[in-house]
C-alpha cells in the first residue's frame, strides 16, 4: 500500500515511523517531513495546508491511504477534498473538526449533549466579553478566569487569568496573541482545578477504542513554570487514571460524545484526543483535539503492537468493536529538547551533535520535530520543538532513566529541556 502522512513535527515522525513498520504499507511518503522523517519516509515539499496540491500529489502516486496529523489540514476540509475523489484517508471531515477548531462550537455541543466541562459563556467581541466579566455574572471579581481565543491559535489561546483585571488584560491582548480570526469570539470559563489527563482513542464513527492515558507538561521551565509551549514532555502510565475513572470518563463523557457528533450528522472518524480535568466533582472535559497530540503521540505510538494499516482499516470499515488493539504493558516517556529562545523566539541553525549515541540506547527512539539534514548529512535545528527523545520501559522509572541517559548524548548550543517530566 502507498502511504501518505500529512504534516511535519515529532508526530509525523512518529506516524511514519509506526507506518514503515507494517507489513502492510509499501512506499511511504510525508508531507512536507523533515529532516528526520525523510530516514523513514520519501519527503515532498507540498504545505499541510495546500489541499489541492495533497489531492493531486494522491492521485499523482496512486496513494491507497492518507494519514493526516494536525489540525490545520482537518479544519479545512482535506478529508472531505479526498473523499469526494474516493481516497482514503484517516480523520474527521471539516464539520466535526469544528469541535477543536471553534471553542465556542466544542463548548455549546458539550452543553447540549450534558458533557461535564467547565461553566462558561461566549462572547462576540473582546467589549462584550469585558461586560461579561464586569456585570458580575461570571462570579467574583478575585476568582480566577480562564479567557480562550475561539479559533485554532497553535497552543497560545488560552490565558488562565488569576483574578477580574488578569482576564481583562488577556481578552484586549487576545488579539494581537493569536490574531484577530481566531480571536473573533472569546469563550470564558471557570477555573478548574485537579490533575490533567489526555485521553486519545481511535474512533470509527460509532466504536471507539483507548489509547494509553498520557500526561502533557505544557510549560517551558521545570516546575511547570513560564510560558505555554506545544509541550515539553509526556509519559504513558497505568497509574494516570484509575479502571473507575476510566469507566466514568467513558460513561458519561466519551459515549454521549460519538452520541453528539452521530446525532448533529457529523460522525467522528479519525483519532479523537480528550483534554480532561480529574476535578473533585469527577471527570471534565477541558477541550477536543480532532488528531494525535503532539508529543502525546510518540509516547503513545511506540508502545502500539497492532500493525497501525488494520487499525486504519478498522476505522474506515466501522469494525473498530471486532479488531484487537494491542499495547506493549509498561510505561514510556518522551523528552522534548527545544531550540534556545523557544518558545517565543527560536533560534534555528545549529548544529545538532550525538544523535547516533542517543538512538543506540536500549529502547529509545529519537522522533525530529524541526530538524533539517545538509548535503553532508549533518542535521540543523530547525524549529522550536527540535527532538523528542522516547523511551518505552517496563516501569515509568526505567523509561525515564532512558530517556534521559540518550538526552545527555545529545548537545546543541542553548539547547533545552526541561528534567522533571513524569515527576
Ligand atoms: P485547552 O487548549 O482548552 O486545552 O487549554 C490549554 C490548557 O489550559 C489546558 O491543558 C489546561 O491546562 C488549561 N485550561 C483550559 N481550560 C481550563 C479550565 N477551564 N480550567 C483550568 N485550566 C484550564
Ligand atoms: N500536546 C498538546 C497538543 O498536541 O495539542
Not at 507506518?19 to 511511504?28: D, G, L, P, V
Not at 496540491?53 to 479545512?76: M, N, P, Q, R, Y
Not at 509516547?299 to 476505522?315: G, H, K, M, Q, Y
Not at 542553548?414 to 522533571?420: E, L, T
Request: charged content about 25%.
Amino acid at each position: 500500500m502507498n502511504i501518505l502522512v500529512v504534516g511535519s513535527g515529532g508526530r509525523e515522525h512518529a506516524i511514519c515511523h509506526l507506518f514503515s513498520k507494517s507489513k502492510r504499507a509499501s512506499k511511504i511518503y510525508c508531507a512536507p517531513g523533515n529532516g528526520g522523517i525523510a530516514a523513514v519516509a520519501e519527503c515532498v515539499p507540498i504545505k499541510a495546508d495546500d489541499i489541492e496540491a495533497l489531492c493531486e500529489f494522491a492521485t499523482l502516486k496512486s496513494i491507497e491511504l492518507t494519514f493526516v496529523g494536525g489540525e490545520t489540514s482537518l479544519a479545512l476540509g482535506i478529508v472531505d477534498e479526498f473523499q469526494r475523489r474516493g481516497r482514503r484517508i484517516i480523520g474527521p471531515s471539516k464539520a466535526a473538526a469544528k469541535l477543536e477548531a471553534s471553542k465556542a462550537f466544542a463548548k455549546d455541543f458539550m452543553s447540549v449533549h450534558g458533557i461535564p466541562t467547565a461553566k462558561y459563556v461566549t462572547a462576540h467581541s473582546p467589549g462584550f466579553a469585558i461586560l461579561e466579566l464586569e456585570s458580575g455574572d461570571f462570579g467574583d471579581a478575585s476568582k480566577p478566569v480562564v479567557v480562550k481565543a475561539d479559533g485554532l491559535a497553535a497552543g497560545k489561546g488560552v490565558v488562565i487569568a488569576k483574578n477580574r483585571a488578569e482576564a481583562i488584560t488577556a481578552i484586549n491582548e487576545m488579539a494581537t496573541l493569536v490574531g484577530t480570526a481566531a480571536a473573533d469570539k472569546i469563550v470564558l470559563e471557570e477555573c478548574l482545578t485537579g490533575r490533567e489527563i489526555s485521553l486519545l482513542m481511535f474512533c470509527d464513527s460509532e466504536h471507539f477504542a483507548l489509547m494509553p492515558a498520557t500526561r502533557d507538561h505544557k510549560r517551558i521551565g521545570e516546575g511547570d513554570t513560564g510560558p505555554n509551549t506545544g509541550g515539553m514532555g509526556t509519559i504513558t502510565e497505568g497509574s494516570l487514571v484509575s479502571p473507575d475513572q476510566t469507566n466514568e470518563i467513558i460513561e458519561k463523557i466519551i459515549k454521549p460524545t460519538l452520541r453528539g457528533c452521530a446525532k448533529e450528522d457529523i460522525p467522528f472518524r479519525g483519532v479523537l484526543f480528550i483534554g480532561l480535568m480529574l476535578t473533585a466533582d469527577g471527570p471534565k472535559v477541558l477541550e477536543y483535539n480532532v488528531r494525535f497530540g503532539d508529543p502525546e503521540t510518540q509516547s503513545i505510538l511506540v508502545r502500539l503492537e497492532t500493525d497501525v494499516v488494520d487499525i486504519c482499516d478498522a476505522i474506515l470499515n466501522g469494525s473498530l468493536d471486532t479488531l484487537e488493539i494491542k499495547w506493549r504493558t509498561g510505561s514510556s516517556a518522551t523528552i522534548v529538547l527545544a531550540a534556545e529562545g523557544y518558545p517565543a523566539k527560536p533560534r534555528t541553525g545549529d548544529v545538532i551533535h550525538g544523535l547516533d549515541e542517543a538512538t543506540g540506547v536500549n529502547g529509545v527512539n529519537v522522533f525530529h520535530a524541526g530538524t533539517s539534514r545538509s548535503a553532508d548529512g549533518e542535521f540543523y535545528t530547525a524549529g522550536g520543538r527540535v527532538l523528542g527523545i522516547t523511551a518505552v520501559a517496563d516501569t515509568l522509572e526505567d523509561a525515564l532513566t532512558r530517556a534521559y541517559s540518550a538526552v545527555d548524548k545529545i548537545s546543541w548550543p542553548g539547547m533545552q529541556y526541561r528534567r522533571d517530566i513524569g515527576k
